[in-house]
Nanobody
């Protein structure tokens, strides 16, 4: 069993930065596949970034060059550094574990989500 807790969301201006954190517990963290998703009002949950292997990362085209995923194995925490935020980045951001790739259905565990709102 894996427990995931996100934090770091908030209200920012377009162009600002935020760093989201996902604290994990309950299982070996270092090699466990994890990723970030987001869901805007009225839209389906979409893939943002993830680890396809221990250190190999992949990103949605909409965030490439602006967002960076990383993790600290000692702290059992995954991060999402978001720079140059745009209004269209506004969504609830979820941490997920146990799956690889952009299909949300293959992930076994989810956090409760953290709201990111970008104003212009």
């Amino acid at each position: 069993q894996v427990q995931l807790v996100e934090s770091g969301g908030g209200l920012v201006q377009a162009g600002d930065s935020l760093r989201l954190s996902c604290a994990a517990s309950g299982r070996t963290f270092s090699s466990y596949p994890m990723g970030w998703f987001r869901q805007a009002p009225g839209k389906e949950r979409e893939f943002v970034a993830g680890f396809s292997w221990i250190t190999t990362t992949n990103y949605a085209d909409s965030v490439k060059g602006r967002f960076t995923i990383s993790k600290d194995n000692a702290k059992k925490t995954m991060y999402l550094q978001m720079n140059s935020l745009k209004r269209e980045d506004t969504a609830v951001y979820y941490c997920a574990a146990g799956g690889v790739g952009p299909n949300a259905k293959v992930y076994d565990y989810w956090g409760q989500g953290t709201q990111v709102t970008v104003s212009s």
